[in-house]
């Protein structure tokens, strides 16, 4: 038996005497000192907020005082479960000098000091941590502050609030109860807001909430606004051990023991008459990245106002016009915070009687095109270096850029009928068709918009997957064949939509209520995996942009890592030189068997038992190939081209066996109910050909095809079909050479697990290579490489080096075999239960398993560049578009990553952050 | 494009003057001498044959004079295809002195010398090498030879063998010219054999065969026997470079530089009168290694006649009797040499004229019987230590002590109708079933020998495959399901017999021409893999062999790694623990699960969809599962048990698909043609049945199943399944523990990939377990661990050794992941042809392949131990009963490997022979 190691909490010191637990907004330099001037030692130590609130203090922007309590001080309570004497002494000094510098006092109803407790960690968690506003008000200072000529609704609007906010974040009252009493007083009042409700109703409110906390509780509201103020400090330190909190740091990978920092901050009040106001603002157009200060504000009114849209809000412009200076000023301060933080700013203000404060300033979210203007306008601006510039941009940002979108306002009003995978970003609209050669017809010769629906996609419905708008499957997963195909071919995709009940025989799904015919609209959207009824209109964003081009050529001057293409077909190739690709990583020449004039060709090859039909059948297959090849080389005229010998068992080319045992069955049936003898011998020879196909898928069919006969394993057993794939590319290669054209053929064989494999393989096909160069009496310059796929390749990249002249890494097939796991079956099965409980911490097929599969590649890569230190290294396949694991290729210093045509502009982004995070590591 | 490196052969130093290149038999310490004393370099100068005849001069045995040229005269003669000046030189010396020590003369025909001419490598290289006989002899000669008194019919005989011999050797006459002469003569005087051709017939065919010399090479037959040797000496030096020669070293990975000696030795003849015998014997019997000196002889004949049977021989103990001097010295000589060389010896003599001559001595070959006596009785005769011992006795040979094997007479006499794979070694004899249930109640009613023959097995034939003495399957690889179940119960099987054609409905199989019906009587031998007609007789060798268990007893002191076995059952148990396995290290529950009486319970869980049904199935395994694991702790009181929870996926316990849709097409058919509603309804029920089965292996079917939902994958899904499996082990224990039984379980979770699922699935179950001893009141001492059965647990060993107690490598299946290759499809594919062309060295599922999953497993090692110095690392399957597998795992420091109980022997002997290669090398 093991003993689990238990982590005991070490006690902590307890000599917090002499320790700075408070700081004053305008004591930023001396938390500075206290952390050696890193200010992001800072803000673990102030929160965002406090920090922030003091860093403007310090620039000399207008922030009501305050002070913040550290997160030190928050670990200390939590150490002890008692409110340290220390920090409440530091707290009450700090008070004294807020009153001292407002001139207002805590218990003075006269002129009372009324403050907010804020929490603040160092990194935003969102919704976790609790806030009490109005901290100074109670009966007293209430009454007095009308009778000085205060707003009684608003007064006793605000006291409700600290009563109910102190009742749920001190006491845990839940807030339904207060809510309720609310709802009650809307009712009986008969209106429809809060805004309707009356002083009366606000003043006979706060009473009700007192109760309800007295009920509840059993304790008083505490009258004493230091009581209110060290409760309510207590109460957010205790929230960094609420559920929630816990929950979202561990979900965010954010440690236990950082603590939160507490905001104390004086109140000020939009709301006190015409010369006050309360705004947001962007210090640029967040939709749009124009360089130009834009937001909303509202006269008279508090900052919930201008966020709940209860009043109509008013243009930053207007502003201008009724308080000049105030906008002046503003205008400048949000300058001097751009300049200050090298970003686009989010802030929000208020103007008490005139006086502009500033409550807030963060950076400011926005849209992906915005990101590229402002980054680039930035740089012309001096303010950020290129670098800079392109580590703002995510690599999923310039995703958006490349396919279209749904009309944001057309999808809330459409009718969302069910969600599954979202494997290929874009949006799709068309009408249903059920089949391949449906969706062909309909799209090629009808002019119609399509979406191909089917249970699953199979290599020979690529036809109509292509003609096809968008894709939608009832199974498989994210990397299924529609996924790779659709995502391929920058077509948008759901898939594994498992609540599609499809009918193929009647020609028609069903999902949840909804009946939908062949021929009907349906919309999808690939990046959200949704799935409407009807047409949704769409926009098609730009590629063009000359923003997102500028950080393009930005990331290109710093990136190491090429970035290469996946591309079957001369029109991706070009697509993806467009966008930036440096070669073809993987071109698959299987796909070209599939094409619906070459598939009888490939079929006859595969059934028949005679030698000499067999290599006729091969040798018809020989212009078709160099042709394909004569297009590539064109595209990529400078650039190599690395093409992948065939590579799948051929029972994919052949009727599947379930679908030829069903219609057997189906037709003995009728041979058994029909009459007439005439149909009897057309059924009879119908089932001869079944059988015939039968026969042979049969003896073709393999336990576990992904680990069966495919690869070089096929090269090794009929050596003329991969022969005749060498001799068609070197004879184009050869015809474009002759022609100017500038070729650098490699070629890769897939699936070698030992050096024998690749030598036998390699040198048939090499010096089928000299053969044809010799007859066209010209040397071109090419490269004979392999696929390393298989563990054992990586294992013994040292012997594969000996042979190959360069590797690409197959992470796809890598993963299946280093986890043991059958992507077909898994991505429906285990592995989103495994996702949702966490036992794998991301799906394996999307990202490289850094730990395991990253280690093995560490390892290949190492081993096979000990003797051949040049040897040229890449990684196809899916995980070539994901940015993190480019970050990881670039790490292992491999020579490119390739990628889908519509992955290559992420990809060139994701290397040159790959590069940036490394210096800053 | 690569250049390969092209090794050119650097030019030999041509410095030969001065270097010795001719032995005389009485100068083997000059040769030791030169290679500085070491006996293998003697042998890699001399050859095999020089150096052994020079050893014997040394002795004092009489053996005729003679010398050798070395292995260097022929590399030197191989690197100018000239006949080095110096080696002549050295050779007639060497002549001149055979002719001094025997009185004989070259070309004087009163007293001629007769020499023999043979080729002598230092590693035997059967049938490769060429002989010429009888140098020395030409017409006068022969002629001088008669006219002395020689026997005509002899004189010409061996002068016709020098001619024939010479022409086919020296100057690639086809042999065949030369026995057509023969045959020709044989019929014209009318008789059968060359014994009866006379003297005349003889004169005739020496000269006929000079006149083919001279009409197909157009050379003459050389008088001059100087000129004659020179002649076969350089024939024996060509030889070399043969193509026999070549393919047998490329096969037996004997580099080609060695080159071969040639040795001249003087001839003797033991068929010149009554005081002339020639003989063979061993020095020890070769069958039963009892120590008695035993051969045959003949008098008054020559060598060849004793081998080829022609003559009735004598027993050795007759030469006793009638030379009772030479018998007497041959019988000291015996052993002299045999502890000269402390092994048993092969020796050849002859007696020319009553004087002893020794031939040849090497070690003799003998059974595996007289192997493990031999092996005893000369430890205890102090001739070899008791590691000599062990390291003589082949694991391989320990194999034919535990089956059953055929009389070799009955073998020969009986008709071979096929060879397969032989997978599980033993004679079988029975009747022909077809299908489980078939062969079990044969055997257990009828009490019938029976052999299953199917086209493969499944899971639930094993009732079948249980009760039947042997398997034979037309379908499936080494590894296939039948090899596996066979040689886990010791039952003979042949496997992948293509030719067989199985005919399941007419209940008969066609072999060629031979047709089987279901009852017949076969034989098969899984040790050759041939299948019989009829019934031949068998022998049973009996394990309780003392040589035996002697030779195991001394490879237990040597060994290190422990031998555990794979046991499901308690008789399984207790027959390892009598072949001295030392604990369980895998015992597979789920082969509990398909017991008769079981399977429709686990069936049931598996179809329900209502959680309490299902929960209501696993509690009814209970009982039944805690039984089995009793029997086992009982079984192996003291030793450890390794309990391997659920592993297969779950489609394996329902029908199979193929199965289903073929009987729902029959039974759909049957409906449409049936006419009464009573039939169409019974029909109908059973359609109904068969589609809810069929819907739910629709669901469970995997692309992949290898790759698929199924070891921990299922125990997380079903944590239930697993929790009561833990259960049940846990009472078991408990049970016997009180009883007094010293149980030590261990619970190993199969195919992890991610150290969660085992953290996950561990901390479930081991709350089981305390649960279960905590109401049990009493502790047990436990482990928790995992197999190592994908890569990625490999590649994270150290993350896995945080958790796990101990590692079990599953090295079939990493073998599969490892490779990329499915072992059920491969080895009736691609992986034959790769074995037949040497693209893999050797089926990586009976040797773990060293180079690649070596390399994987030394890191898991090393990486488990890196914090866990003590874990306990085994490894269990196929390979664990594997000798050169036992030896890496013995490299790698493994605890233990666990292999079936019939291969325990073989492993004790294998992991003496790890330590002993260990100490040499």
Redesign the interface.
């Known amino acids: ?2 003993i689990s190691t238990q982590q005991r909490a070490s006690s902590r010191k307890s000599s917090h005497k002499g320790t700075r637990y408070v700081y004053r907004f305008n004591q930023v330099e001396e938390a500075e000192k206290k952390v050696g001037g890193d200010w992001d030692k800072v803000r673990g130590l102030l929160g965002g907020k406090g920090a922030n609130l003091a860093d403007m203090t310090r620039l000399g922007v207008p922030v009501c005082p305050g002070f913040t309590v550290t997160t030190e001080a928050c670990n200390l309570y939590l150490s002890g479960n008692v409110f340290p004497d220390e920090v409440w002494k530091q707290q009450l000094a700090a008070i004294a000098d807020v009153e001292e510098a407002t001139g207002k006092k805590f218990t003075d109803s006269a002129n009372p000091l009324l403050v907010s407790c804020r929490s603040g960690a160092k990194f935003s968690m969102p919704g976790m941590m609790d806030t009490v506003l109005n901290i100074g008000l109670n009966d007293e200072v209430a009454q007095a502050w009308v009778k000085r000529g205060g707003d009684e609704r608003f007064v006793y609007d605000s006291y409700r609030r600290l009563v109910q906010m102190f009742g749920s974040v001190v006491w845990d009252v839940p807030d339904e109860s207060f809510e309720s009493v609310i709802t009650e007083r809307r009712e009986g009042a008969g209106v429809r807001s809060d805004a309707e409700l009356s002083a009366r109703d606000w003043i006979a409110t706060t009473k009700e909430f007192k109760d309800i906390i007295q009920t509840q509780t059993g304790k008083e509201f505490p009258v004493d606004p230091y009581q209110q103020l060290k409760l309510a400090t207590e109460a957010v330190f205790r929230s960094w051990r609420g559920k929630r909190a816990i929950d979202y740091r561990k979900a965010a990978c954010i440690p236990d023991d950082l603590g939160t920092a507490v905001t104390i901050q004086t109140m000020v009040f939009g709301n006190m008459g015409a010369d006050c106001a309360t705004g947001v603002a962007m210090s640029r157009n967040a939709s749009t990245g124009e360089p130009e200060l834009e937001g909303d504000f509202l006269i008279n009114a508090q900052g919930e106002d201008v966020v709940a849209g209860i009043r109509q809000t008013e243009p930053l412009s207007e502003l201008k016009r009724l308080m000049p200076n105030a906008y002046a000023e503003f205008e400048a301060i949000s300058r001097q915070l751009e300049n200050h933080y090298r970003n686009m700013q989010d802030m929000e203000f208020t103007i008490e009687k005139g006086k502009l404060w500033l409550l807030q300033t963060r950076d400011g979210k926005r849209t992906a095109q915005a990101e590229v203007r402002i980054a680039v306008d930035m740089v012309e601006e001096g303010l950020i270096s290129k670098e800079e510039a392109v580590k703002r941009v995510q690599p999923s940002q310039v995703d958006t850029f490349l396919h279209p979108q749904f009309d944001p306002a057309a999808r809330e009003t459409s009718q969302l009928i069910a969600t599954g995978l979202n494997v290929s970003p874009g949006a799709a609209v068309g009408v249903v068709a059920f089949d391949a050669d449906t969706a062909e017809r309909w799209a090629t010769q009808e002019g119609k918009d399509v979406i191909m629906v089917r249970p699953e996609t199979k290599p020979d419905d690529v036809h109509g997957m292509l003609a096809s708008k968008g894709i939608l499957t009832s199974r498989g997963g994210r990397t299924s064949h529609a996924a790779l195909v659709a995502r391929q071919f920058g077509t948008p995709a759901v898939v594994g939509v498992i609540e599609l009940e499809i009918d193929l025989e009647a020609r028609k799904m069903q999902v949840g209520d909804f009946l939908i015919q062949e021929g009907d609209w349906i919309s999808l959207d690939g990046a959200s995996g949704e799935v409407f009824l009807d047409q949704l209109s769409t926009e098609i964003p730009d590629f063009s942009n000359p923003y997102l081009l500028k950080i393009l050529e930005w990331a290109d001057e710093i990136r190491t890592l090429q970035v290469w293409t996946n591309a079957d077909y001369p029109r991706d190739a070009e697509r993806a030189r467009k966008y930036g690709a440096q070669g073809i990583g993987l071109c698959r020449t299987e796909h070209m068997f599939f094409e619906s004039h070459r598939l009888p060709i490939v079929q006859r090859m595969i059934m028949t038992k005679d030698k000499a039909e067999q290599k006729e059948a091969i040798d018809s297959l020989l212009p078709l190939q160099r042709e394909d090849f004569e297009g590539l080389f064109k595209a990529m005229d400078g650039l190599p081209v690395v093409i992948r010998l065939l590579d799948p068992p051929l029972h994919e080319f052949l009727p599947s066996y ?1 679908e030829l ?2 219609d ?2 189906d037709l ?2 009728q041979l ?2 029909l009459k007439a003898p005439g149909e009897k011998d057309s059924i009879q020879s119908q089932i001869d050909e079944k059988s015939t196909y039968l026969e042979r898928v049969k003896a073709l069919r ?8 495919r690869g070089v ?1 096929l090269g ?2 009929i050596p003329e079909l991969t022969k005749m794939q060498v001799r068609a590319i070197f004879e184009a290669a050869c015809k474009c050479a002759k022609a100017g054209i500038d070729v650098q053929p490699e070629v890769m064989i897939p ?1 070698t ?2 050096v ?2 690749l030598k ?1 393989q390699q040198r048939e096909l090499e010096s089928t290579a000299q053969e044809v160069m010799a007859q066209e009496g010209i040397e071109i ?4 490489g392999t696929m390393i ?4 390749a990586a ?2 990249a040292d ?1 594969m080096a000996e ?1 190959a ?1 360069f590797f690409s890494f197959g992470t796809n ?1 890598l993963t ?7 992507r ?3 991505e429906s ?2 592995l989103i ?2 996702l949702q ?4 911490p991301e799906n394996p097929f999307t990202t490289i ?1 850094r ?3 990253g ?2 590649m560490e390892m290949a890569v190492k081993l096979g560049r000990q003797d051949h230190p040049d040897l040229e290294i890449g990684i196809c396949g899916e995980h070539g578009g994901d940015p993190a694991s480019i970050a990881l290729c670039h790490q292992l210093g491999l020579d490119y990553v390739s990628c889908s045509p519509f992955r290559v502009p992420i990809a060139r982004l994701a290397a040159a952050h790959a590069v940036l995070a490394d210096k800053h590591s």
């Open positions: 038996m093991k379930d045992i069903e057997l069955a003995k049936i058994y109910t393999e336990v576990n095809p992904m680990l069966g006969t394993r090794i057993l699936l697990s030992h024998n494999e036998v310059q090419y490269k004979f796929e298989t563990p054992r294992l013994t012997e042979y002249e097939d299946q075999t280093v986890f043991g796991i059958s077909d079956d898994a099965g285990f239960h495994y409980e966490g036992i794998l398993d730990v395991g599969l280690k093995l």
